[in-house]
């Protein structure tokens, strides 16, 4: 099926798991073979379990954002109001990387200094910026994203037609999370769905599922 949407909002909408805002996933295994969402004019704000899931098309005009405060009253999301990309530093902007990611907009580039940063929680990105740690002077990643062996580190949800780029990072002990259909466990390091992802310079260290043990 197809779906048009156009000068809608959604905002502060709840699921159990997954597209908190929409869903949409084309799958012929699904009964009447899923749906592909198509977006004009439109913001998507402050749903829980994710904005969209799944590939969805653009037609412009559209605000995904973590955040529905519209202080200027221009009817956006102050997120997508910004009229450049912008570099986030950690820590020196937010303390950790999930602060970052929630305060990111389209185009933005999050800069993460070296360290080792253990999540209790995914980070799950829309697929629409970029993620890039320090190196070493030999050029080695001297960023650690740390799940501890409890969490997934990443999750791309969804991705019209932007490419994330992942640099110079390296994920351990991530722990891959069973889905809600059968409970086999998935991505121990990343899951990416419907996404476009680069992943440069990067190292995928002691991340464990029962399919794709780092990437799925």
Not at 35 to 52: K, P, W
Not at 152 to 171: H, Y
């Amino acid at each position: 099926s197809e779906v048009s949407l156009q000068h809608c909002e959604i905002s502060r909408n709840q699921c159990e798991f997954k597209g908190g805002g929409i869903w949409s996933y084309l799958n012929p295994s699904y009964p009447g073979g899923g749906s592909l969402i198509s977006l004009e004019n439109c913001n998507l704000c402050e749903n829980q379990s994710g904005q969209i899931f799944g590939g969805w098309s653009d037609s412009g005009g559209n605000c995904v954002s973590a955040s529905c405060v519209d202080a200027d009253g221009d009817g956006h999301p102050d997120q997508c109001d910004q009229s450049s990309p912008q570099d986030i530093r950690v820590p020196e902007d937010f303390s950790s990387i999930e602060e970052a990611v929630r305060h990111a907009s389209v185009g933005d580039t999050i800069q993460i200094g070296p360290g080792t940063y253990v999540l209790v929680q995914p980070l799950i990105l829309n697929g629409l910026l970029g993620i890039v740690g320090a190196v070493s002077d030999e050029g080695q990643p001297a960023t650690v994203i740390d799940g501890a062996g409890l969490v997934r580190l990443l999750e791309f949800e969804s991705n019209p037609s932007n490419l994330a780029s992942i640099e110079n990072i390296i994920f351990r002990n991530g722990v891959g999370a069973p889905t809600e259909f059968d409970g086999e466990t998935l991505g121990g390091a990343s899951i990416v769905w419907a996404a476009k992802v680069d992943f440069v310079n990067c190292r995928f260290e002691q991340n464990e599922a029962e399919y794709g043990g780092a990437v799925y």
